[in-house]
């Protein structure tokens, strides 16, 4: 296993029919992707409570078929929930949001050694750049987390531009960052432009998320 998905990312993949197409660009196809178990009942409500313009239907299909064929389900240990546990209690002591999800999933990372963390929560990654200062153990997430840009950058090498812009520009109140880096608003884009707008996103990311964030 070579990544774990949080919510975030399985639900706009969904909504935005492009689930494989962001995974791929870490995990072969030959690899099963870690998610909590809670995903299956947790993304699909979202889905259905969601201002989606497109099909729910679609999403739903588009969710169930990855989750059955695409990931792991995921249940921490009890030690894994003890340690998401202390990193909860110290973001608390430190006014950072960093929901239960997210330090599952980075204590799963942690006790099971795998190499990356695939995250739509900007808020979370910067909850665990301050948190590393805090908790010695966080240290060992340096540079494995993937951001929600980071993973649309690398899809970009291996699909349509056209068909990716598409989809993310049909759905343009799913990820905001998205929207305007794709220049949804506008007729004529070039994937140059797109392009440097993810990178301009995603090294502005980089400066308050250095040891954590990727290359």
């Known amino acids: 296993m070579k990544a774990v998905i949080d919510n975030d990312i399985l639900f706009k993949g969904a909504c935005y029919g492009v689930i494989s197409e962001l995974i791929a660009t870490v995990c072969s196809s030959a690899d099963l992707a870690g998610v909590l178990g809670s995903a299956r009942f947790v993304v699909p409500k979202k ?10 239907v679609a ?32 973001a608390q002591e430190l006014g950072i949001n960093l929901d239960s999800g997210e330090s599952q999933l980075c204590a799963i990372l942690l006790h099971r050694v795998l190499p990356f963390l695939l995250t739509g929560d900007k808020r979370a990654i910067m909850a665990i750049e ?10 060992s997430i340096f540079g494995k987390v993937k951001c929600l840009e980071q993973l649309v950058y690398g899809a970009l090498a291996q699909c349509s531009f056209a068909a ?7 759905e343009p109140e799913i990820d905001t960052a998205l929207t305007i880096c794709f220049s949804c608003g506008s007729e004529r884009v070039t994937q140059s432009s797109v392009v440097q707008g993810l990178e301009s996103y995603i090294s502005a990311l980089r400066v308050v998320a250095s040891r954590t964030l990727a290359p």
């Open 130 to 139: 301050r948190l590393m200062d805090a908790d010695s153990r966080l240290y």
């Open 47 to 56: 889905i259905q409570d969601s201002k989606l313009r497109g099909s729910r």
């Open 59 to 90: 999403a739903l299909a588009t969710l169930s078929d990855f989750l059955s064929s695409r990931t792991e389900a995921l249940e921490p240990t009890d030690s894994e929930q003890r340690m998401a546990a202390d990193f909860e209690l110290r």
């Open 164 to 170: 990716l812009r598409g989809t993310i520009c049909s």
